[in-house]
């Protein structure tokens, strides 16, 4: 899924991902499903680490976990008895911008000589790299419950390995209008930052609403609801790319996946063609 370069950080070492991870075989799949996850902490960003053990210790059900040190990391990934849950940043060879973002992870321990080459069994945009963790945080919980049920999904139809599995979820697109949108005002582009805005182009449930409010939402799992997971870079920047995900609070289902090159015509944020998108259906 994603492009080019990834950088895995751990200890002062990077690791650099010169292609893209492969999708793991039937076999493999049969492995996570028996691993324990190890939850790689990242030193010296504690608040990542409480976030992430927060979420997992709430939400990750499908195997036993243990949360591991990096420097245990290259101990570990050789052994498939042990799945991984980690934190990548990755950079984009057409990005003007030179944004890195960071990635979480789900990788299926195997003994090959390059991080590269671990199966990988999902991997979702977080945030930029450098972000403030508690501007994330909050939406931890509602993204590795989409992995852990990915990952279930694959594991009872391995043929889905070979999809472009975030695009695979547009599929799910004619039932969003059958559901409410929880969306920060950050996250919207000009063009639809105002709710008159967005009633001029997408007639179905949508709110503008507060952090605190997607937060209840996922909490209490409430229904028919959908939450925007929007990545792209920091500031008024007419480059680089924007990541846009609707979650499910109460299925965890992916129902949107998209992505767009920021310039002047598109801007950082949820456009209006994403919402075009959303209500032809």
């Given at each position: 899924m994603k492009k080019l370069a990834?950088?895995?950080?751990?200890?002062?070492?990077?690791?650099?991902?010169?292609?893209?991870?492969?999708?793991?075989?039937?076999?493999?799949?049969?492995?996570?499903i028996a691993s324990k996850t190890c939850v790689v902490l990242e030193d010296g960003n504690p608040v990542y680490n409480t976030y992430i053990s927060k979420a997992i210790k709430e939400y990750w059900k499908i195997t036993p976990f243990e949360f591991i040190k990096a420097s245990d990391f290259n101990l570990k990934r050789s052994d498939p008895s042990f799945s991984f849950i980690i934190l990548t940043e990755t950079s984009f060879e057409n990005d003007k911008s030179n944004s890195v973002f960071n990635f979480i992870n789900l990788l299926q321990g195997k003994d090959v000589?390059?991080?590269?080459?671990?199966?990988?069994?999902?991997?979702?945009?977080?945030?930029?790299?450098?972000?403030?963790?508690?501007?994330?945080?909050?939406?931890?919980?509602a993204i590795l419950a989409f992995m852990q049920k990915h990952a279930g999904m694959i594991s009872e139809d391995p043929s889905l390995t070979g999809r472009r599995y975030l695009k695979y979820?547009?599929?799910?697109?004619?039932?969003?209008?059958?559901?409410?949108i929880l969306v920060k005002q950050e996250d919207l582009s000009p063009g639809i930052n105002t709710i008159d805005k967005i009633r001029a182009l997408y007639k179905y449930g949508i709110e503008i609403v507060p952090e605190g409010a997607i937060v209840k939402a996922i909490q209490d799992k409430a229904p028919n609801t959908l939450v925007l997971h929007k990545v792209g870079p920091v500031g008024d920047l007419y480059s680089g790319y924007c990541f846009k995900m609707l979650i499910g609070t109460d299925d965890?289902?992916?129902?949107?996946?998209?992505?767009?090159?920021?310039?002047?015509?598109?801007?950082n944020g949820l456009l209006p063609a994403d919402l075009k998108r959303l209500g032809r259906f």
């Open positions: 990834s950088v895995i950080i751990f200890f002062a070492s990077s690791f650099l991902l010169s292609a893209q991870a492969p999708f793991p075989a039937g076999e493999e799949i049969k492995q996570f000589p390059e991080l590269g080459q671990m199966p990988e069994i999902c991997a979702v945009p977080l945030s930029i790299a450098g972000e403030d963790d508690m501007e994330y945080g909050y939406k931890l919980g979820y547009n599929k799910n697109i004619p039932e969003v209008k059958g559901r409410n965890s289902n992916m129902y949107y996946y998209n992505q767009h090159t920021i310039d002047k015509v598109n801007p």
